[in-house]
């Protein structure tokens, strides 16, 4: 079926001041962007932080609350059956039948949305195909690993060639290899031309995949731009140390006038320069051996997405299940 | 999506067929029903019963196929009541989301769901009945092959508008629950009143006066009715009373059983219109 399609600025996604609240609490809190046609745009953020909920508004399974959003020119709310025969969905949580077989799960997908017969069949043999599991087509899901579920889930998500796929933390739970052969399938898939809307509370998920990132949380947008844009507006070079006495060290680095600011990771310190960072390192060292204190370890790097987020929420991505982050900074330029 | 529900159905006897021993296990429990509860009473009552006359040319039947009607109306209730459980197994770690996500209409599930249990409830009231006469239940007996096929008919007409209320029923609570251990326990406790107040084992006629409204007003009472009318006949003696219907009784009954599910129904659409799955 063709729809409205983009809009002039080749949107696909349009959201504004969407919000949505659980009682008093605000899981997404006026959020606005664009996806356009053909990139993969990703949410990066911790649990908790409001993508889920705003990926099941667009997705239409929670009802909108506050705001607009139009999917391949769709409105949620009014359209949302033409939005819902445009998606296709990876949900976060697996959602398999466990006593069903790979072939069965996609046919019982392309009959949901009413495929003719001989399309899904030829549908089916692609997408096996693609997420490689041909050999597996009879296999109860149940005996599929971690990262098959994920490949059928994504194959099922794309059998009705959807104009946008949303993959709601698609690699969660899987061991480091299968996350990156799931990054390959799903890089293919862009390629091909699907839009791809993607979660993530993986920094490196969203470094390596994305077109261009939101960091987002407590329900808000706190930064959007290009992985390189993020990372460029840290605009200098991070010096990480590791010293016999922290503390004095601390001290004494805050004072000298090319360091930015100052924060410590585990054990060990994090400058952030204005300058180049190779420039500034012999001062660092000087400053240093002329009080006395030990260098066990430098090392200069690139600020990376971890730094970005860490930089703009103040506090590192929490995890599942960990206390809340402890504050991470002293500012020492303020 | 014309055939939304089509989809949901194939699925659900997919999953059905797939269950081997949960089948089998469905099939056979009923027989044992009958082979053991039936057969152990049926050999006390009758003896009981043997010193009750019978009027004249009357026609009695033994307690095996008085209850025998009782265990198939039990079978579709037990089945129906609990065929909600996949619905909340898809709801917590299934396809519940995904087919909530689809473009098909939420009465499509609901029918979907209502179609397959009703095929089961099919399947599971004729095994019962061949089963039955088997081991010596009265069902039929003297009926003429055209009248054997209308009984049948009528007795499954019956066991499916039951089964689609309780289906319903079932639908609406497990898309309102989180636990499978919170249905479990919902389910059980319906079930107990259900099938003691009514007159799957007994009649009712004896019972205190409030018990014998409820249990008149019970569908499970009129189900039975209706499967005791098409497999027995309208005029017989069982456990030394007259059990007598005329079309008019049978008729109000399959009225109270269509009454009965379109309420449930409304109440299954109601709760899948506002059924949120994230």
């Known amino acids: 079926m063709e729809g409205p399609g983009p809009g002039n600025d080749g949107a696909i996604i349009r959201v504004e001041n969407l919000e949505h609240s659980y009682g008093n609490f605000k899981a997404v809190d006026g959020i606005s962007f664009t996806v356009k046609k053909g990139e993969i745009f990703s949410f990066l953020g911790p649990n908790g932080a409001g993508k889920s909920t705003a990926i099941n508004i667009l997705i239409t399974l929670l009802s909108l609350q506050k705001g607009k959003a139009t999917i391949a020119g769709y409105d949620v709310t009014t359209e949302s059956q033409n939005v819902r025969e445009s998606i296709g969905i990876v949900f976060q949580d697996i959602t398999l039948d466990r006593d069903m077989t790979v072939w069965e799960l996609l046919e019982f997908h392309g009959r949901l949305y009413d495929m003719p017969v001989k399309e899904r069949r030829e549908r089916i043999e692609e997408l096996l195909k693609l997420v490689e599991l041909e050999a597996k087509r009879d296999e109860l899901s149940k005996r599929l690993s971690g990262g098959m579920k994920r490949r059928l889930e994504i194959a099922r998500g794309l059998m009705t060639r959807p104009k946008v796929l949303f993959l709601d933390e698609p690699t969660i739970g899987l061991d480091p290899q299968t996350r990156m052969r799931m990054w390959e399938y799903i890089k293919g898939v862009n390629r091909e031309g699907t839009t791809i809307f993607l979660t993530t509370h993986y920094m490196d998920e969203a470094d390596q995949l994305s077109d261009r990132i939101s960091i987002i949380d407590h329900g808000k947008i706190i930064i959007a731009g290009t992985p390189e844009e993020l990372k460029n507006t840290l605009g200098r070079d991070l010096i990480y140390l590791d010293t016999d006495n922290n503390e004095n060290a601390t001290k004494l680095l805050e004072q000298m006038p090319s360091v930015r600011e100052i924060t410590t990771k585990g054990n060990r310190i994090v400058l952030m320069v204005h300058e180049d960072g190779t420039k500034v390192l012999p001062g660092i060292i000087d400053t240093l051996r002329k009080a006395g204190i030990g260098i066990s370890t430098i090392n200069l790097k690139k600020p990376s997405m971890d730094d970005v987020f860490v930089f703009y929420t103040g506090r590192e991505l929490r995890d599942e299940g960990q206390a809340p982050a402890r504050p991470m900074f002293l500012r020492a330029g303020k | ?278």
Request: proline residues 4%.
């Open chain 2, 1 to 278: 999506m014309t055939y939304g529900f089509m989809t949901v159905y194939w699925r659900d006897m997919i999953r059905f067929f797939r269950f081997k021993t949960l089948l089998i296990s469905s099939l056979l429990q009923p027989a044992l029903w009958l082979a053991f509860f039936g057969i152990a009473m049926s050999s006390n009552f009758d003896r009981l019963m043997a010193g009750v006359p019978v009027p004249e040319g009357a026609y009695a039947v033994g307690y095996l196929t008085f209850m025998g009607a009782g265990i198939i109306a039990m079978t579709t209730l037990f089945t129906s009541l609990f065929s909600g459980i996949v619905i909340l197994f898809d709801k917590n770690w299934g396809l519940m989301r995904e087919i909530l996500a689809s473009p098909v209409n939420r009465n499509h599930i609901i029918v979907g769901i209502a179609m397959s249990g009703v095929t089961k409830s099919f399947i599971q009231a004729i095994i019962i009945m061949v089963f039955g006469i088997l081991i010596g239940a009265a069902f039929f007996a003297g009926f003429t092959p055209v009248q054997v096929a209308f009984g049948v008919l009528g007795v499954l007409a019956f066991v499916a508008m039951f089964a689609l209320g309780f289906l319903f029923l079932s639908a609406a609570i497990a898309i309102s629950m989180e636990s499978p251990e919170g249905l479990q326990g919902v389910m059980t406790l319906l079930t107990m009143p259900i099938f003691f107040a009514s007159n799957a084992l007994y009649p009712i006629d004896t019972f205190p006066e409030a018990l014998r409204i409820i249990s008149a007003y019970n569908p499970m009472t009129m189900l039975i009715n209706g499967i005791r009318y098409f497999a027995i006949g309208p005029d017989f003696y069982a456990l030394g009373k007259h059990y007598e219907f005329t079309q008019a009784d049978i008729l109000l009954s399959f009225l109270g059983l269509i009454i009965f599910s379109a309420i449930m129904f409304a109440l299954a659409w109601w709760r899948f219109r506002r059924a949120v799955v994230t």
